[in-house]
């Protein structure tokens, strides 16, 4: 990557003839230093994708791109053909403006046309003129290369200075991991010879006038317009290469040092510092995927000592990286606009690989207060993914079956079983309202739902077990009512009418008599509703409904005798908090 990203450089400092339609955009997906192979390669994506065209680039280079393209259509495409590995990972958007000479479609006549000539007349004799030659577009000076002699000798009569700028330029873009001493000795000369062959010419070790223009000149270029520095990081322990121009320091919340976009760049960048080790990473790999600033669809590696996440949608990309070392695990995480993939590819390889840890020391946790939500990994300041609503359901088998309110299952593309299982609707009925998911994956239910087999009697006291606060709280709540009646206001067999407060997140939570069997499920309040009933009016499809229903649908749930006596307030607890589950609806 650190290769393109000074071939861009590099483009931008030689450029041919531009395109002529700068409103559009393009996607770069190759460029090749050889015009019979520059062809090769266009013929080849010519057979999967109708756009493809080859473009004159700089230094005697060609590049292959697909367009032209709306801008509002570009970045989408780039995207869908990167998740079909169908282009190479390091494309990006392009205006055009390096654009030369067209080569490809082959047979597309980019010259001039010559200009009419009058036509003879009659009263002059025709003079045949010789044939016109056709004009020829303007192709970019290039400055003569040295020979090899030549290029020896201009190369030993630059300065010190210099040469230690060219180690710099070769370190910079991974060619050489020696001192900066200004000696070239057997390494710098490999590192000059890998840079040749990465760019194009030949790999003679040595740099000719034009080489060593053109390394400083895209380095010191790099360096002007993205404000490289190397940020030594004392309170969490890390040292980095960051582009100061686009990004500032924000704020300390560990375990992050947050530094924010600068003059809208659209660049965001957190340092990770926390103690931990193993099971420390693990939960920070875990939870780093919770974020609105980590895109769900992408890359993701984990082993024992570190992580990589790199996540992109048709917005943003998202690249992070941590390693657990010495009971401490440090890293980095980089966001940015997808419309800046070229730019990024100069920028990416200054932060890898100049990420290190620079000591023992981790981010202390109490270096600045922490939330309520902080403390409980909610990770202060950042914006958390959340579902689209929660609500409450309940096993009725133990292979984790669950019977939940069909309002928590509605428009969603995932359904989530306790923030980690996706589920399956096995069936739903709107005339009860009820839904049934299936897990994706086994779960083991610490207890599972026991139907009365007989109605409640009015005045009894009963329990919904449900999450209230939806995906606020880690476990169910219980709240306490009566029931009023056996069957609805106008006398619905099915319903029963209770009397309790409850909130959103309890619809589809069990609700349950003192032995612990379940009377029934608790219905959502209807929005649509013609007349405000009470707050403490709710309702609950019935044991017997629920249980005739799931019969018909192949499930045969388990009923609990009527002389059920109550049990005690604790296994109470356990067993109603044992059997409610969170259901979860996402986008």
Known sequence: MRVIGFLLGLYALLLAAPVSAQDDTWLQIEAQPSLNTAMDRARAYGALFPDVSGFRLGNGWYGIALGPLAKSDAAARLLE????????????????????QKFWPVGIDTTPLAPAQPEATAEAPVVTEPAAEPAVAPQPVEEPEETLKEAIASEAAISQADRQLLQEALKWYGFYDGGIDGSFGRGTRASISAWQAATGFDQTGILSTKQRTALAETYQSDQAEFGFQTVSE?????????????IKFDRYDPPFVHYAEKSGSGLKVLLISQPGGKAGLKGLYDVLQTLEIVPTTGERELDD??????????EIETLAHAVASNGTIKGYLISWNLTDAARMTRILPAVQSSFRSSGDKALDPGLVPLSDAAKRGL??????????LSRSGFFIDAQGTVLTTLEAVQSCKKIVLERNTEATLRFSDPATGIAVLTPNSPLAPK???????????????????GYSYEDKLPAPVLTLGTVEEAKGLNGEPDLTRLSLSTLP?????????TSGAVLGMLLPKDPNATQQLPASVAFAASASGLTSTLSANGLLPATTAVA??????DAFATMARGMTVLVSCWD
């Open 81 to 100: 053909l990167r998740r079909q590995n169908l282009i190479p990972a390091d494309s990006y958007l392009s205006d055009g403006g390096s654009y030369g």
């Open 234 to 246: 004392a309170e969490s322990g890390i040292e980095i290469t960051l582009p100061m121009a686009l």
């Open 305 to 314: 000592t570190s992580f990589t996440i790199h996540g992109a949608n048709t």
């Open 379 to 388: 990770l202060a300041g950042l914006d958390v993914r959340r579902p689209k």
């Open 447 to 465: 207890s599972v739902a026991g139907f009365a087999a007989a109605p409640p009697s009015p005045g009894a006291q009963v329990s919904v077990s």
């Open 505 to 513: 997140g309890d619809a589809g939570g069990p609700v349950l008599d």
């Open 564 to 569: 059920a006596t109550a049990v005690t307030p």
